[in-house]
């Protein structure tokens, strides 16, 4: 092993975007945007609801319009990626804002376009929808009559637009901001959040129990403004499933998705009827730690008392090893990553907490973003994103349209990513209670993807519930929610401590996507199927995978999950993935 160093780590080269913020080409590019959309606006408005459209006239303006999209998400991709690894400077903040505005503003003179998609005749869509010229376009103009029923007209989508920068989008970036300018005082120092969040997994009971007191203590001093942020939202919400149609609060999740409630029921109800494999396993880790009681900040905390901490060179090595005996090709496809400087694993205040992969265009590379800290588990993440990174690269053969995964799919490569990278990791630790260290954190993990997911689902369906019924809701009512639904997923075998009832105020997701978070839960689950799938049947899987993952969203979930032989509908389903889940408890038991 090379030297326990985590300086040195790497940081993004964007210049395949833009030179820097003040390249002359990035302004303009956004000041050819809106005339860009006019000149769309002008040749196509009012002839693709037309009776007599042709295939070939709904190609052209597809493909057109895929320019379009395009030219607009290069600057608004840039303009994010700046603002998440310094989200303190206001020249950032300014520029995400301004592609933000100068979007909408072109979307305006484009918002006709899904609509006449939409307002077709029946008997028009039916006669050219079969046109061999629109089989890549397919599945886009299929699932946009659906998504017609819920537009509203054009001037009110156009008002609804222009004044998105002012609401929901305006709230989520406060959100963002403050989030990422929280500091956490423990001892004498002021730790960022990613710094704090690392201290959960401390051996010592002390340090994890300061730096809940830490997390706490901040959260609630930010209650206000984040509970204001919150309820506002909640509200938008409403308005917006109000005017739009949508009988539920997450009724235009799953529609965006794809999914049938049936089948996001289906797997809840599989989950929560597993909870007994997360109590089975906190009272095992009781045990190791030797302890009377957990508690919240127990959660994490390591059964060995020291954590080798893998240099980053030395985690691009074990992932790139690891995809390499899965696939040559997946390996060279991860590598670019590492050496054009597509990740940006530094840590530094004002930078975004957490990790993500940012696909942008099929013909743009995506962009890996984390917080190297440096235990094991940091190379899992980095995994995770690659895999992610991967997903992006080989569904670059499609178009724009079918380009990003939907949502249930999207956690597929990364959490396979992971799998991949496990047993790797596991062989470069020396000592057999590192390893079953290691097993226990890819459990926790686990469990923090399918059941903590499920659970924060049923937080966000109880919470809006609450706001609808019952109106404004102080912080506290949302805190009695998040703890008795949290809970459940513990039994007896853990007790959330009081404390723990405001930690639901640093969630992203509940601001930023809501209802995003059963996606977790799915995609984990039917990665652990395709898993065992693989090691069964060996190299044979590896081409039907990549078409998997290449397939992007040309097709429904269902359909790209059933032609890897599998069906989604029937709760068998879900609960070999559960039981693969508990395999690996009695594992760690046995280990134990
Ligand atoms: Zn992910």
């Known amino acids: 092993m090379s030297t326990k160093d985590t300086s040195n780590l790497p940081t993004w080269d964007l210049s395949d975007l833009y030179a820097g913020i003040d390249d002359p080409k990035l302004e303009a590019d956004l000041d050819g945007l809106v005339d860009q959309a006019v000149a769309f606006e002008k040749k196509y408005k009012g002839r693709i609801s037309r009776e007599d459209v042709t295939a070939e006239l709904l190609c052209t303006a597809l493909e057109d319009y895929e320019v379009l999209l395009k030219a607009q998400y290069k600057p608004g991709a840039f303009a994010n990626l700046l603002f998440s690894t310094d989200t303190i400077d206001s020249q ?26 939409g307002e077709m005749p029946q008997e028009t869509f039916d006669r050219v929808i079969g046109d061999p010229q629109l089989v890549p376009y397919r599945h886009y103009l299929e699932h946009e009559r659906v998504l017609a029923s819920h537009r509203l007209s054009e001037i009110e989508e156009k008002i609804l637009e222009e004044t998105a920068n002012t609401r929901g989008r305006a709230f989520g970036r406060l959100f963002t901001e403050i989030s990422s300018r929280q500091t956490f005082r423990v001892d004498d120092k002021e730790l960022t959040q990613s710094e704090l969040l690392a201290l959960f997994y401390d051996p010592k009971r002390e340090t994890r129990k300061t730096a809940s007191a830490a997390l706490t203590n901040t959260l609630k001093q930010d209650a206000h403004v984040l509970n204001f942020i919150l309820n506002t939202l909640f509200h938008e919400k409403q308005i917006m499933d109000g005017l739009r149609n949508f009988p539920s609060p997450e009724a235009d999740r799953h529609l965006d998705n794809e999914i049938d409630e049936i089948v996001v029921n289906t797997v809840v109800d599989v989950c929560v009827s597993n909870y007994g494999i997360v109590a089975d396993y906190y009272h095992l880790k009781r045990r190791l730690l030797g302890l009377d009681e957990l508690t919240h900040y127990d959660r994490y905390a390591p059964i060995t008392g020291e954590q080798t901490k893998i240099p980053f060179d ?61 235990e094991p588990r940091y190379v899992m993440t980095l995994a995770h994103e690659l895999g992610h990174g991967i997903h992006d690269v080989l569904a670059g053969k499609q178009n724009l349209f079918n380009y990003h995964p939907v949502l249930p799919l999207a956690e597929t490569a990364s959490t396979f990513g992971e799998m991949l990278v496990f047993d790797k990791l596991q062989a470069t630790l020396s000592s057999s209670q590192e390893r079953l260290a290691l097993l226990c954190g890819k459990i926790e993990d686990t469990f923090a993807t399918v059941f903590r997911q499920i659970a924060m689902y049923r937080f966000e369906q109880r919470a809006h519930r ?99 032989g599998f069906d989604i509908t029937s709760p068998d389903f879900w609960q070999a993935g559960c039981d693969l889940i508990r395999q690996e408890v009695e594992e760690a038991k046995k280990l134990a």
Not at 92 to 116: K, M, P
Not at 537 to 564: H, Q
Request: glycine share 6%; charged share 20%; proline share 5%.
């Open 92 to 117: 950032r903040g300014a520029l995400l804002q301004r592609t933000r505005e100068v979007g909408s503003a072109a979307s305006t003179h484009l918002i006709f376009f899904d609509l006449e998609i």
């Open 314 to 374: 030395e985690a691009q090595e074990i992932v790139l090893d690891s995809f390499g005996q899965f696939s040559t090709q997946l390996a060279e496809m991860a590598e670019p990553f590492f050496s054009k400087r597509w990740i940006d694993a530094e840590l530094k205040a004002g930078k975004q907490s957490g990790a993500y992969c940012a696909g942008i265009t099929p013909d743009l590379h995506p962009y890996v973003f984390m917080n190297y800290v440096g």
């Open 466 to 564: 609450l706001r609808r019924e019952k109106g404004e809701q102080p912080a506290e009512a949302y805190c009695e929610l998040w703890q008795n639904t949290m809970q459940e997923m513990f039994g007896d075998s853990l007790i959330l401590g009081d404390e723990h009832k405001w930690w639901w105020l640093y969630i992203p997701h509940i601001i930023r996507t809501p209802f995003y978070v059963y996606a977790y839960a799915f995609g984990e689950l039917l990665v652990l199927s395709l898993y065992a799938q693989y090691q069964q049947e060996g190299p044979s899987f590896v081409p039907r995978y990549f078409d998997l993952l290449s397939a992007g969203s040309s097709a429904s979930p269902a359909e790209l999950v059933a032609n890897m």
